[in-house]
């Protein structure tokens, strides 16, 4: 498997403090990786810095080998889609006319949108499974139903790369597992996922690999791996720095381990 | 701190399920609203102390049935300029608004809010006052100082309220608002250097907004800039959808979004120049028109473009029509009218926003 996206050593500083130190990690073409770590250790940042639309304060970054910072704007936004927390829009665009945005780096500056951007849009709304919502005004839309046009707008884009920025927040337990369908989904038709996700019960059999990210006292920032061997009572107990027997999920993995054990 | 504007107000949502939001036929508007511009225009140079039937009008056109000399005079000499006048301020007021709007994302932008309007009263008093027989390649100084200031107070507006790579939008409008008010007010300085007392009564008049009857070459200048801008913003319109989602998410979809805020910046002080120079101070029509705009079209700007435009310019004929003939024969200056509309407007769409403010 080539690489896709290389993080080298990658350092940010936001206003003074440091928020991303020692970042180092290679995302495969195709792969299905979940991004874990606690509130505020950089998650969102490593994503943006993923997306090419935060520059490092050290370190590099690379796409299919090639610098981020000499690959001209419209191609990495070919390559890489990333789906944010948070959209708000302060004007009243529909569905489709949210979605159409993701054709943007396919579309020339005079020329209108062609008749591959608009079957490119229908798909990527037929995805999200959003298609029947086209018409609605996206400002007026439940927290799901945003979530997934969100995605429909990242598909747009016809990523090789698709960053999502906690995508199972604001959703039910139903819509969360109609989300990791769809990842699935995505992941078989050869599209590399980055997901950070909060709620870690999902990360165990969805995901192909982990990189979690630590917090400052730690020496070791990062670490990616195996749901299995990331996901240890032991290591998320530090990470977290949360006490082992508080937490059902700390309390479910130790027994998990223990059986395993036997 | 966000700001999050629910919708632009509409008198009706959409109910659940694949509505359609009614939008009209864009090439039906702007038929309709070329044809309202051409009777607009007609009404308007009928319309004053000595009344001229369009008929009248009409038949010196095409029916050789001249005009008396009186009527003449009235029409070509007097109203013609000032209709055609109020129709360029009107338009370039429109699209300027309609610029600020979508590149700050935020519906109460324009002209005047953002601070372009006041760097531009203030170059254009300077030229008043200063350089008032001084012009280049056709522009007189006025104009051109104009379109110094409007751009240079947009460049000082913008670098106030950015930080960290980051438009603070409700720090941008405030700023906007300081500056747009010291500027304009500090215009009535300049009184004290004009000894004659002409320029006094030009800046005095100018700056409540009035229309004058501007001399041909500067009223074909005004037109041929505004000409100028909107093609120049034709390729822009597309970007400013992108930008609604934000400069950073517009910036991961291929934009260039330095680049494109600097045109979009420029084009619209280009644009409040020219209404500057050629009408004075007018509060709100910036403001007002791109809304009437998006309640017909829906909020996509490549649509929006020529409605704004079309618009703009009926509406000002008509606020220009009405402030020469509601008090006849005196006569208000249209800057004073628009306050008096545009107010309240601007408050009704302030109050819509504040239940999405969020802190």
Redesign the interface.
């Known amino acids: 498997m080539s690489s896709l996206l290389r993080l080298d050593d990658v350092h940010f500083d936001y206003q003074g403090h440091r928020v991303l130190r020692q970042a180092t990690f290679d995302l495969e073409e195709g792969s299905c990786t979940a991004l874990i770590g606690t509130n505020g250790v950089g998650k969102t940042t490593l994503l943006r810095i993923a997306a090419g639309a935060l520059r490092p304060a050290t370190g590099q970054v690379r796409m299919r080998e090639r610098p981020m910072e000499t690959i001209p704007l419209r191609e990495i936004a070919r390559t890489i889609a990333l789906v944010p927390q948070q959209l708000e829009l302060p004007f009243a665009f529909t569905v489709q006319q949210v979605v159409e945005q993701g054709r943007t780096p396919y579309i020339g500056m005079l020329r209108g949108p062609g008749r591959s951007d608009r079957l490119a849009v229908d798909r990527a709304l037929d995805l999200a499974d959003v298609s029947s919502l086209r018409h609605r005004i996206f400002n007026e839309l439940s927290g799901g139903e945003r979530q997934r046009v969100k995605i429909a707008l990242g598909l747009a884009q016809q990523p090789q790369l698709l960053l999502l920025d906690e995508p199972t927040q604001n959703l039910d337990i139903g819509r969360q597992v109609e989300l990791i369908d769809l990842l699935h989904f995505l992941r078989d038709e050869g599209i590399a996922i980055l997901a950070s996700m909060h709620d870690l019960h999902l990360v165990d059999k969805n995901f192909s690999t982990v990189l979690l990210l630590s917090p400052k006292e730690t020496n070791q920032p990062l670490i990616s791996g195996s749901p299995e061997q990331i996901l240890k009572p032991s290591i998320l107990e530090r990470a977290f720095q949360c006490p082992p027997d508080r937490h059902p999920l700390l309390i479910e993995r130790a027994e998990l381990y223990r059986k395993e054990a036997r | 701190m966000?700001?999050?504007?629910?919708?632009?107000p509409?008198t009706h949502?959409?109910a659940a399920?694949?509505?359609?939001?009614r939008s009209l036929a864009p090439l039906a508007v702007n038929l309709l609203l070329i044809a309202g511009l051409g009777l607009m225009t007609l009404a308007s140079l009928g319309t004053g102390a000595v009344h001229i039937s369009p008929r009248a009008i009409f038949a010196a056109m095409f029916w050789h049935q001249p005009l008396s000399e009186t009527e003449r005079l009235i029409l070509f000499h007097l109203r013609l300029p000032r209709v055609l006048a109020s129709g360029v301020v009107g338009s370039a007021l429109a699209l300027s608004g309609l610029l600020f709007q979508g590149l700050f994302?935020?519906?109460i932008a324009d002209p005047y809010v953002i601070g372009s309007s006041g760097g531009a009263t203030l170059g254009a008093s300077l030229g008043i006052t200063f350089f008032s027989q001084w012009s280049a390649f056709g522009f007189s100084a006025t104009a051109l100082l104009a379109f110094v200031g409007s751009a240079a107070t947009m460049a000082l507006v913008y670098g106030l309220a950015r930080s960290?790579g980051k438009t603070n939008v409700v720090t941008l409008l405030l700023a906007g608002f300081a500056i747009s008010t010291i500027f304009t007010n500090s215009s009535y300085f300049f009184e004290l250097f004009d000894k004659t007392g002409t320029g006094n009564r030009v800046l005095a008049s100018w700056l409540h907004g009035v229309i004058g009857i501007p001399a041909w070459p500067e009223l074909a200048a005004g037109t041929t800039l505004l000409g100028l801008a909107t093609v120049a913003a034709l390729?822009l319109m597309?970007?400013l959808?992108?930008l609604?989602?934000?400069d950073?998410?517009?910036?991961?979809?291929?934009?260039?979004v330095e680049v494109a805020r600097v045109a979009i910046i420029l084009i619209g002080s280009l644009l409040t120049a020219v209404a500057v120079s050629l009408g004075g101070v007018i509060f709100f029509a910036g403001l007002i028109v791109p809304h009437i705009a998006?309640l017909m079209m829906?909020?996509?700007h490549v649509r929006l473009l020529p409605v704004t435009a079309l618009t703009g310019a009926i509406f000002l004929m008509l606020a220009d029509t009405l402030a020469r003939t509601i008090f006849a024969p005196s006569e208000i200056p249209v800057g004073v009218l628009m306050a008096f509309v545009g107010g309240p407007f601007f408050l009704y769409l302030l109050r819509n926003m504040k239940r999405s403010y969020s802190v």
């Open positions: 966000a700001i999050e504007i629910a919708t632009v509409t949502a959409p399920g694949a509505t359609r939001r994302r935020n519906p960290a390729p597309r970007t959808n992108t609604v989602l934000g950073e998410y517009a910036q991961q979809l291929g934009i260039r998006r829906g909020p996509d």
